[in-house]
Nanobody
Framework: VQLQASGGGLVQAGGSLSLSCAAS????????VGWFRQTPGKEREFVAA????????YYGDSVKGRFKIFRGDAANMVTLQMKSLQAEDTAVYYC???????????????WGQGTQVTVSS
């Protein structure tokens, strides 16, 4: 499975941005799609995840109430809507696909290439 993350860019603090993740095949009800982010010298941080079939969502503590993950219009798309962005949200954002909900990168078998989000203060 190949994943393509897109939508990154430069935004001012307090602004909003939406990221998309497109899978090369239909996402199955048993799949989990997650978003992680990483800055240089730091470990990959869990941002959000959605269990496809139930549409159950999970969020990292630092983004709760500001970010929202949801299924896109297509059967292979996931969107991460980000609001009230802060400088600390600056990172490369990766989408990932797995079978179990988890906040660790090891829970996900497939990864996209990442998209840069830069928040200017």
């Amino acid at each position: 499975v190949q994943l393509q993350a897109s939508g990154g860019g430069l935004v001012q603090a307090g602004g909003s941005l939406s990221l998309s993740c497109a899978a090369s095949r239909r996402i199955f009800s048993s799949n989990v799609v997650g978003w992680f982010r990483q800055t240089p010298g730091k470990e990959r941080e869990f941002v959000a995840a959605i269990r496809w079939g139930r549409e159950a969502t999970y969020y990292g503590d630092s983004v709760k109430g500001r970010f929202k993950i949801f299924r896109g219009d297509a059967a292979n798309m996931v969107t991460l809507q980000m609001k009230s962005l802060q400088a600390e949200d600056t990172a490369v954002y990766y989408c990932a696909l797995g079978s179990d909900v988890g906040n660790r990168p090891s829970a996900y078998a497939y990864w996209g290439q990442g998209t840069q989000v830069t928040v200017s203060s």
